[in-house]
């Protein structure tokens, strides 16, 4: 996160990736008790939890990360900190 937005801009990306660790940390063990409670089985509970990240982390298949950080680009001229090399377009 910081290579991608800057160590100025970073902030509110790095609590939204902590609120999400929060959230998961929370919600799952919850997800496992019903599931043991409920069904006699964390299978369920585990499957479903699994294809679900596996559905969230797609889109990062396809992502293609910056080329330098964005200090780096910024500092050469870059665009401006957006975190891709200068082409010389």
């Known amino acids: 996160l910081i290579w991608l937005q800057g160590p100025t801009r970073v ?4 609590q939204a990736m902590h609120a999400a660790f929060a959230i ?3 919600a799952s063990p919850l997800f496992i008790e019903w599931a043991l409670t409920e069904l006699r089985s964390f299978a369920p509970a585990f499957y479903s939890i699994a ?3 596996a559905l969230c982390s797609l889109p990062l298949a396809t992502y293609r990360g910056p080329l330098a ?3 780096d680009a910024a500092a050469r001229g870059g665009g401006g900190g957006d975190g891709v090399k200068d082409r010389g377009e």
């Open 69 to 71: 950080p964005a200090e």
């Open 11 to 14: 902030e509110p990306y790095m």
């Open 51 to 53: 294809a679900f990240l």
């Open 24 to 26: 998961g940390a929370v």
